[in-house]
């Protein structure tokens, strides 16, 4: 089916249900070669009726294959930058989302041509586990809160659980904030901490105290 009549579909739904538009989250070996056509025909769809366009997009897991025509397309675009390392490679633990890997993430898009102000950097509220902390799947942040008081201050616990803690999402976001950069993603709200211990409102509070941005 050509790209336009699949967009139609989408298109109405949005419309019917009142959305403030559609976000694209086609990954990995689901980004094919009909993939800047099938954007290029739903912001043909979208943006008439002032809806928003949006995608969800890693460097490491098919990147590559997107075209950067969809760049003009796109209101933003959340870059996954986390799941660096994980249960499906026991061969290689460590953070799967550190510092370096989130600006190495955010300077593959911007150096195709992404517009910093559509470059919304994301950022994780879980981690994986390896050695003794091993299991197929993550750990969301409040489960290791419940288990490790104090766990909220670093980025490695236990043995061995790596994931971000509110140090290391307060620098993320204030790298953000001096780039000049769209803003931050989650994944995911359920995962996060209460309180003074929730990774959400380091973000929110870093957003509105950090210094502007560099000139």
Same mark, same amino acid.
């Not at 089916?1 to 976000?23: I, K, N, Q, T, W």
């Given at each position: ?6 967009? /139609? ?6 419309? =019917? ?25 739903? &912001? ?19 990147? $590559? ?19 660096? &390392? ?11 989302? $550190?510092?370096?890997? &989130? ?8 150096? =195709? ?21 091993? /299991? ?5 942040? $409040? ?26 999402? /307060? ?38 105290? &950090?210094?502007?941005? =560099?000139?």
């Amino acid at each position: 089916m050509p790209s336009a009549l699949r967009s /139609r579909p989408l298109g109405a739904y949005v419309e =019917r249900h009142g959305f403030d538009g559609l976000d694209v989250d086609i990954e990995g070996p689901s980004i094919n070669k009909d993939y800047g056509a099938f954007i290029r025909d739903l &912001a043909a769809v979208l943006k008439p009726k002032g809806r928003l366009l949006t995608s969800a997009l890693s460097k490491g897991y098919g990147g $590559s294959k997107v075209p950067n025509s969809v760049f003009e397309h796109f209101d933003f675009i959340n870059i996954m930058a986390y799941d660096g &390392a994980g249960y499906w490679n026991t061969n290689a633990p460590g953070q799967h989302s $550190s510092f370096a890997f &989130a600006t190495n993430n955010v300077a593959y898009w911007l150096e =195709r041509g992404l517009p910093k102000a559509k470059a919304v950097l994301g950022v994780p509220f879980y981690g994986y586990g390896f050695g003794a902390a091993y /299991r197929r799947g993550d750990y969301g942040y $409040s489960k290791i809160l419940a288990t490790y008081p104090g766990a909220e201050k670093v980025d490695q616990i236990g043995n061995t659980i790596w994931y971000n803690g509110i140090p290391t999402i /307060r620098a993320k976001t204030q790298y953000v904030v001096e780039e000049g950069l769209g803003g931050v993603m989650i994944w995911s709200l359920d995962y996060d901490g209460k309180g003074e211990l929730s990774l959400l409102s380091a973000i929110h509070e870093t957003l509105h105290t &950090a210094p502007p941005r =560099r000139p």
